[in-house]
């Protein structure tokens, strides 16, 4: 999937340590994508990270080709983000 980053997004995944690999695994395969109030949508999927722990990876994204990634995180705190099957639908 093509893709850019933002500047900040590109500063989040070095701060934040995020693989690029997990950044692009949910970019293609996404668990689920949540619409935003502010014209992005929410890419998101629980991955085990290199410590051997499960987060939910989040993306948020300006739709638009190629995609731009606004920025990127992981959280510890899966159930307050994770939706129901029947709310992520765009």
């Given at each position: 999937?093509?893709?850019?980053?933002?500047?900040?997004?590109?500063?989040?995944?070095?701060?934040?340590?995020?693989?690029?690999?997990?950044?692009?695994?949910?970019?293609?395969?996404?668990?689920?994508?949540?619409?935003?109030e502010f014209d992005t949508?929410?890419?998101?999927?629980?991955?085990?990270?290199?410590?051997?722990?499960?987060?939910?990876?989040?993306?948020i994204v300006a739709e638009?080709?190629?995609?731009?990634?606004?920025?990127?995180?992981?959280?510890?705190?899966?159930?307050?983000?994770?939706?129901?099957?029947?709310?992520?639908?765009?």
């Open positions: 999937m093509n893709y850019t980053l933002s500047n900040h997004a590109s500063k989040e995944l070095g701060n934040r340590q995020i693989p690029v690999e997990l950044l692009e695994t949910v970019l293609n395969e996404p668990q689920q994508i949540i619409p935003d949508v929410i890419f998101q999927s629980i991955l085990t990270f290199p410590n051997g722990k499960n987060y939910l990876l989040r993306i638009r080709e190629p995609l731009h990634i606004i920025t990127i995180y992981r959280t510890s705190k899966i159930t307050k983000y994770w939706r129901q099957l029947n709310e992520n639908k765009l």
